[in-house]
């Protein structure tokens, strides 16, 4: 059987320009194992170290000290990149950075074809990860032409279609309306529930934060909170001392238990809030 833990974090510490003018320690002594098939949530203020974290998982920048292991596969070993990379999928904030391909499908091709995949490998990788997504029927069209939502889970697409095990995406909703926004957070819970995906989303949007079944807090480099969405959000006054406010039912929940109404803590989101209201005036 395989180990629940997929990717190991052993006192992590980043100093982008060392020795250097703009030396900055990004990420101070962090520690933290991500589990199989789970979705994990990373969230912190801006400059936090998310950024820097996510690019560490799938060996886009090296520890200046301590290790990542993915699979128990060192990033700090090279003889480790391209089975790390194969594992662990990224996905960045601006689609249209990501997309190289004049259609859909080529795009998604794009992967596949570079590893010297026999063409119906590829076709069948193609059509999977545009089925997964929900882009099977623009597959002839321009990727210029979608919607913000679609390109973004056009770039998921393209990281799926190299089979990854886990999908690291950072901040993908950003630049997205809140449609567009929908749309990839569906996506991705589909893929985390259905396929048993592991799924590690940075975002500022404390919404999709709920939904997670961990979250990791980042601070001044630090990972100061970490834990089910119910027990993260139950640390009200220092988050928000951090600049983050509560999603709004989870903000909803807590005033209602400061007017004295029995709201449970696990009560995060907007359907778990409405549920606990109905089974309440029934
Ligand atoms: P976040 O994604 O949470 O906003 P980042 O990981 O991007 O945070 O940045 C963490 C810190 O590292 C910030 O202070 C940022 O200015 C600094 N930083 C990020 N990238 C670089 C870089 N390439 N060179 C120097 N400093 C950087
Ligand atoms: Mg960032």
Request: glycine content about 10%.
């Amino acid at each position: 059987m395989s180990s629940p833990v997929q990717i190991a974090i052993r006192d992590l510490t980043h100093v982008y320009r060392q020795g250097g003018a703009g030396e900055r320690e990004a990420l101070k002594g962090i520690s933290g194992d991500v589990y199989r098939g789970e979705f994990l949530v990373i969230i912190g203020p801006n400059g936090s170290g998310k950024s820097t974290l996510a690019r560490h998982l799938n060996a886009l920048l090296l520890p200046t000290a301590g290790t990542v292991a993915v699979d128990g596969l060192s990033t700090a070993d090279p003889a480790n990149l391209w089975e790390i990379r194969r594992r662990v999928g990224m996905v960045l904030q601006n689609p249209d950075n990501q997309l190289v391909a004049a259609v859909v499908e080529e795009d998604v091709a794009f992967g596949p074809e570079n590893l010297g995949l026999p063409p119906e490998e590829v076709r069948r990788r193609v059509d999977g990860a545009l089925a997964a997504v929900g882009l099977a029927e623009q597959r002839l069209r321009p990727p210029h032409l979608l919607s913000g939502g679609q390109k973004q889970r056009l770039a998921i697409a393209g990281a799926l279609a190299m089979e990854p095990e886990c999908l690291v995406l950072d901040e993908p909703t950003a630049m997205l309306d809140p449609a567009g926004r929908r749309e990839v957070l569906g996506t991705l819970r589909q893929l985390n529930r259905e396929r048993g995906m592991t799924v590690i989303l940075v975002t500022h949007f404390m919404e999709e934060a709920a939904l997670a079944d961990r979250i990791w807090v980042l601070h001044g480099g630090r990972l100061v909170l970490s834990g089910s969405p119910a027990k993260v959000f139950s640390h009200r006054g220092e988050l928000k001392d951090m600049g983050l406010t509560l999603p709004g039912a989870a903000e909803l929940a807590w005033r209602l238990r400061q007017a004295g109404w029995p709201v449970p803590a696990e009560v995060v989101t907007l359907d778990q809030l409405v549920n606990f209201l109905v089974r309440k005036k029934q």
